[in-house]
Every structure is written in structure tokens, then in C-alpha cells.
């Protein structure tokens, strides 16, 4: 379906959801055991089957925005060099030199041609060629052209580089991402303005994402902040395979009640929302104010998940008082994610630890999670038969 048919579509169904009370809805409940939340060996094979297997979201392009720029991050004890190269385009390497094994770069970000291994002295360009062994003489071997630094397939478009955890990976990164990228795609983030980052810390990956995918949790959860703009427990879902786009209907909805429906596209943030979400990692919020990028990155273990949360803005600040408004609204942002959503998920997280509790129940209306975690199991236990469908 065209993407502005898939707006009007989705709104229509909010409006009318609005008007009749109802909500998008699901054949029927479905239960997940607990120890899905807990248990080490199911986590590692979620790791395994899904977060280095598949595309995750890495970085965005505004970390990066100069040749010779750099970040690092360690994923699953994955530690990563994301560079700027000389073309402009981006490329993932592993962060360890390939002499011992040393990391490479200890520094969250910067801009380098050249990175010299404090351990030994040799040296790599940004590609991750090996450009010197230090005394190579007595070391007996010029190992130039055999041990550059290791490379991950990535794939960088509309401001988010994608990548696989799996250097042998031949996975077709943009063919995943499919038409939620042409979504993201159509948006153009790279040359938004980036206001900067903040960093949140809580349970398990899918307690975490299980927030992302419902509103069923407004009123109880967000009584004065989502709440007030937002109706609770009203949603509509549509799946780009195992990605999905949320639509939640704000409290000035009944103003669309005359625009017809094939105009309906043209009122995003203005009478409803989206949620984008790229399996198995990216929340995105697109808001007048501000736009919202949740990377979720698991571990280090089956308890617990860090979350980036990364903040755009279609317009760059005029002025100091500009830049300073675009801050807060971040700082609130991440306030509200971090106190309402992951401080939650952490108590949910105890209490599915007590082991009294068999399993979680998803009623009809979370069918988005119900989906979620449907694609999480076809996944982990190696993509074999039927995909799920919503």
C-alpha cells in the first residue's frame, strides 16, 4: 500500500475508533511464561537468533557528521568503531586491534585518520587497513594487507546506520529494513538538526519494548504527561514485516471528524501520532517538538538493557534561547521515558523474578506486543517456517 493510503487508512480507523470506543484487536489473548523475561539460556538465544543476527540500529549519521570522524560502542560485549570514511559514507569495524587483541580506542567519540593501539604501537586508518606494524623488523613479519581490523556489514540511509553483528553475515540489511526504511527514508533525519543524547538504564529488552508498543498504559502510567494528550488504550497497528508503526489518536482528534479521508496523511501530529519501531531495537517519535530515537541495546545481561535515547529536530536552533528550549524538552523527555516507563519496567522485572508468577498475559488490544513477541520466538529459534503476522 502507498505509504499516504497506509496514513489515511490507520487514521481513519483512530477516528472511528475515537467515535465508537474500540480499539484495534487481536483474535484473541495470548500468555508468554515469565521466564521468558529471566531465563539466561532463552536471553542468549534471543541474542544469538536476533541481536547478532539481524540489522540493529548502531548510530546515527549526526554522531559522525565529518570525514575522520569517529564513535565507539560495545554491543553484547561487541566492542564497535563507527567511522566516517573519506567518501562520506560509514563504515563499522571491530574495536580491537587484530595483533592481542587490545581495544583499539577508549574514547566515546572524536576524529582520527589514523588510530594507534596503546599496547603495542600498531597503527590502522579509519577503514580499518592495517597501515603499520611498530618495529617491524624485529617483529619478523610485515602483516600489512592480512590482519585489518574487522569489518561488519552496515547500511547507512536517512540518518540511522544499520548494522550486523556478523562479519560473514550476508544478510540484505536494506531488504530488512524494507518499507519501514522508505518511511524513515521519505523523512530525511540526516539533515535534521541533532540536539545530543541521553542515556537510561533498566530491565530486561522486552520489558522495555513491551512500553513501546501499547497504550494501554497511559492513564495508570502517565496521568499527567501522555495522559492529557493522548487517549489510553485506543490504538492501531500495521506491520513492514517484523517492524511495525503504532498509531495512537491525541485528544484533538474529533477536529478531523470532516477532513476527508484521503487527506487524512497531512495531520500527522495534529490530530494522532506514530510510533515507528524497526525490529528488534529502534522506537522512533516524531513530534512537532522534538523527535525522540530510542535505541535499545540489551544486556549485559538477561536482567537488564541500556537504552540511547537520541533527539532531532526538523529545524536547527536561531538562537541560545532556541538551543536551550530544544534541551529541556530532551531532559523532560528522557525524564518521563526513564521515571514513568523503565522505572516500571524495573519493578515488572521484580516481580517476574519472584518465580511465583507462570506467565504475562497480553489481552486483545496489545496485539502489537502480541506480534512483537511472535516475531521475537520465529527468530530466536532459528526463522524456520510461517512468519508471524499481526
Known amino acids: 500500500m502507498d505509504r499516504h493510503a497506509l496514513y489515511n487508512e490507520m487514521a481513519s480507523r483512530l477516528r472511528d475508533h475515537v467515535a465508537n470506543g474500540t480499539t484495534d484487536s487481536a483474535a484473541d489473548t495470548l500468555r508468554v511464561p515469565a521466564s521468558q523475561y529471566t531465563d539466561a539460556d532463552v536471553w542468549h538465544k534471543e541474542m ?6 539481524l540489522p540493529i540500529l548502531v548510530g546515527l549519521s549526526h554522531e559522525i557528521p565529518e570525514k575522520g570522524d569517529f564513535k565507539t560502542l560495545d554491543v553484547l560485549g561487541m566492542p564497535l568503531l563507527i567511522c566516517r570514511q573519506a567518501d562520506g559514507s560509514a563504515k563499522v569495524l571491530m574495536n580491537v586491534c ?12 572524536g576524529n582520527k585518520k589514523t588510530f594507534s593501539c596503546p599496547y603495542h604501537a600498531w597503527t590502522y586508518g579509519g577503514d580499518g587497513r592495517l597501515r603499520g606494524v611498530a618495529d617491524v623488523v624485529k617483529f619478523g613479519e610485515d602483516c600489512r ?3 585489518d581490523l574487522v569489518v561488519f556489514p552496515c547500511h547507512e540511509e536517512g540518518g540511522l546506520i544499520f548494522a550486523v ?19 524513515i527514508g521519505a523523512k530525511h533525519f540526516e539533515d535534521w538538526h541533532y540536539v545530543g543524547q541521553r542515556v537510561i538504564h533498566g530491565a530486561n529488552w522486552k520489558v522495555a519494548l513491551d512500553g513501546y508498543l501499547e497504550g494501554y498504559h497511559f492513564q495508570a502510567a502517565h496521568p499527567e504527561t501522555i495522559a492529557p494528550r493522548t487517549y489510553t488504550n485506543i490504538m ?9 508503526l503504532v498509531g495512537y489518536p491525541a485528544k484533538t482528534i474529533e477536529k478531523l471528524k470532516d477532513v476527508p479521508k484521503d487527506e487524512l496523511w497531512e495531520h500527522e501530529n495534529d490530530g494522532y501520532d506514530f510510533i515507528r519501531l524497526f525490529f528488534p531495537n529502534v ?6 517538538e522534538i523527535t525522540q530515537i530510542a535505541q535499545l541495546i540489551p544486556g549485559p545481561g538477561p536482567l537488564e538493557n ?30 518521563v521515558v526513564d521515571e514513568e516507563d523503565y522505572q516500571v519496567g524495573l519493578q515488572v522485572q521484580r516481580g517476574l523474578q519472584s518465580g511465583h508468577l507462570a506467565d504475562v498475559i497480553f489481552g486483545k488490544n496489545e496485539s502489537g506486543n502480541q506480534f512483537a513477541h511472535r516475531c521475537i520466538q520465529y527468530y530466536a529459534e532459528g526463522a524456520e517456517g510461517e512468519f508471524p503476522t499481526l
Open 306 to 335: 541500556t537504552t540511547v535515547l537520541h533527539f532531532i529536530h526538523h529545524t536547527k536552533p536561531e538562537d541560545a534561547e532556541a538551543s536551550a528550549a530544544l534541551e529541556a524538552m530532551a531532559d523532560w523527555l528522557k525524564q
Open 236 to 244: 492501531a497497528f500495521e506491520a513492514y514485516g517484523p517492524h511495525m
Open 283 to 288: 522506537s522512533i517519535f516524531v513530534a512537532p
Open 145 to 147: 594487507g592480512d590482519r
Open 165 to 183: 553483528l556478523d562479519p560473514a553475515s550476508e544478510c540484505d540489511i536494506r531488504s530488512f529494513l524494507g518499507e519501514m526504511m522508505d518511511d
Open 98 to 109: 587484530s595483533h592481542r587483541g587490545m581495544i583499539l580506542e577508549s574514547r566515546p567519540s
Open 48 to 53: 544469538n537468533g536476533i541481536f547478532k543476527s
